[in-house]
């Protein structure tokens, strides 16, 4: 079976026979009550009795339906919900600024809000209100009474409309880009593009990499993103004996679920891998029986991925690095073993690998001239894919600035290699003269095992800035003399715990709004016109 409606998803798997069992780290926010273990057809009665909360809550077919809550799987049964009553789900991230939330609302003007008193609270301290930028406001706690928005009682118990079927070219959800240069654009995808042209995709039992019947799933993700739908679409299609669900990075809260439940094929967010890497080097590790490991939406340095490589029984266990963006889904692929990833060989983070076979096209250049450049000759590197979203929200100038005929400006700086692969330099708005930040991350993790990650900060002026993430702030200064031997000059080092560093909801460094906290200036190595 491959996705067609995502309204009908849950329904159509139930359907078949799917006995595919979920667990989750903590209940539903959509449903509390009903504890953490869900099998297909429940999932499908909860869709389709959102939808009818939905419904109550005056949404008909072509409204936007705003969703900003805690992050859990439960952002895609909304958006299922909202689909299947003909609504165009907006997905957003609880971890967004109060000012950037209404600024994004702004330009949705979504009939109907769906959040949780936390986000409202949050945001009204910080002098803003997300309800007053949409028709209607629905607050999933049930004991909240936030006055003037509905709660789960007053929409509770009406029946779902029936399915409404929109064009493959449509509307069919919204998500917001990672942020971490300012405030987050809103991409719309249709079916075609985010379900015939990915999902359906991934929805093939490929040898060694795909998902088989006896598989269990583990997702540790941010659920408010466009990847998590699609791999929704494709995964319950699929049907593994089972899906575990973890909303968040800490690995003793994590543990349990996975010693009971020991994936096969794990997929996370980068940073949530280095946070759950202690597990690694427990007694029985979790992660003892995993053949695959994925990982998307930023780099992965080699110690993190040698770690769990090394953590797995597995005979040949392999690490999949995917590199693509928002706008387009993935671009390439490439594959880490156990042999590749050994110190001191392979490529490193920063070769992305190979485009995606038959689906994508890559370019490279001259950011001036925006004419081709020979492969081995860094650029910035446009794209060509069918699965390229339909444009950004309220932004259609950005859009257009960012299109060259049918090549997407992915804003990176990069070069061809002679095999075809994508090598990755920086952001080209990180990007700085005679340094590529993303190698020499690399380096430094590599050679200071008692980080957690390492940065380097390209500024307008001066020498980058390298910060070093460790578990309680403290760096030892010979261990980076030591460290920094070959380099090119950087300025002294700054050492953070890793709450100190600013975050997107994927874990991602917001580069620019660290540089202006320990600079006092937001100057940066690249000029950011593709941001």
């Not at 971890?95 to 979504?110: D, K």
Request: aromatic share 4%.
């Amino acid at each position: 079976m491959k996705p067609r409606d995502m309204g009908v998803l849950f329904d159509e798997c139930a359907a078949r026979g799917s006995r595919t069992t979920v667990h989750l780290d903590r209940p539903f926010d959509l449903a509390p009550e009903r504890g953490t273990r869900w099998t297909v057809p429940g999932l499908a009665a909860l869709v389709r009795e959102t939808a009818g909360m939905l419904a109550a809550a005056g949404v008909r077919p072509g409204d936007r339906v705003a969703l900003v809550k805690q992050n859990h799987w439960d952002y895609d049964l909304l958006a299922c919900a909202a689909v299947r009553i003909g609504a165009v789900p907006a997905q957003l991230s609880a971890r967004l600024s109060g000012e950037a939330l209404v600024t994004l609302l702004a330009r949705l003007s979504p009939a109907l809000l769906v959040t949780s008193a936390q986000v409202l609270a949050r945001a009204r301290r910080e002098g803003t209100d997300p309800a007053a930028a949409a028709g209607t406001t629905l607050v999933l706690d049930a004991e909240a009474d936030v006055p003037g928005t509905l709660g789960p009682d007053d929409v509770r118990g009406h029946p779902a409309p029936p399915p409404v079927r929109r064009g493959e070219d449509r509307p069919l959800i919204i998500n917001h880009t990672s942020g971490t240069t300012g405030v987050p654009k809103l991409v719309t995808h249709s079916t075609r593009t985010i379900i015939g042209e990915l999902a359906r995709f991934e929805s093939v039992r490929y040898p060694r990499i795909g998902v088989r019947r006896e598989d269990t799933l583990l997702n540790a993700n941010s659920f408010a993103h466009g990847r998590t739908f699609c791999w929704t679409a494709s995964t319950l299609c699929l049907a593994p004996a089972e899906i575990v669900l973890v909303t968040g990075p800490d690995p003793d809260l994590a543990d349990p679920l996975l010693r009971t439940h020991p994936p096969t094929l794990v997929e996370a967010t980068p940073a949530t891998y280095v946070r759950l890497r202690p597990l690694t080097e427990r007694l029985d590790n979790p992660f003892r029986d995993v053949r695959l490991f994925v990982s998307t939406y930023d780099a992965v340095h080699p110690p993190t991925v040698r770690a769990y490589l090394t953590a797995s029984r597995h005979r040949a266990p392999l690490w999949m690095q995917g590199w693509g963006q928002t706008e387009t889904g993935p671009l390439t692929f490439r594959f880490h073993t156990r042999a590749s990833t050994e110190e001191g060989r392979g490529p490193g983070s920063r070769n992305l690998g190979r485009p995606v076979p038959v689906k994508t096209r890559l370019r490279v250049v001259d950011p001036d001239t925006l004419r081709p450049v020979p492969r081995g000759r860094p650029g910035v590197v446009l794209a060509r894919t069918r699965a390229r979203a339909l444009g950004y929200v309220g932004e259609e100038d950005r859009w257009a600035a960012k299109l060259l005929g049918d090549w997407w400006n992915t804003g990176d700086i990069g070069r061809l290699r002679r095999d075809g692969s994508v090598e990755l330099l920086d952001r080209e708005v990180d990007h700085g003269p005679g340094l590529s930040c993303l190698r020499a991350e690399d380096v430094l993790e590599e050679r200071l095992p008692s980080a957690l990650e390492c940065l380097v900060l390209s500024g307008a002026e001066g020498p980058p800035l390298p910060v070093v993430v460790t578990a309680d702030g403290h760096l030892d200064a010979d261990a980076w003399r030591t460290a920094t031997h070959g380099l090119p000059p950087l300025a002294a080092p700054v050492a953070l715990t890793w709450d100190q560093v600013p975050r997107t909801d994927t874990g991602k460094v917001r580069r620019t709004v660290l540089l202006r906290q320990l600079t006092g200036t937001a100057g940066t190595g690249g000029s950011g016109r593709w941001t």
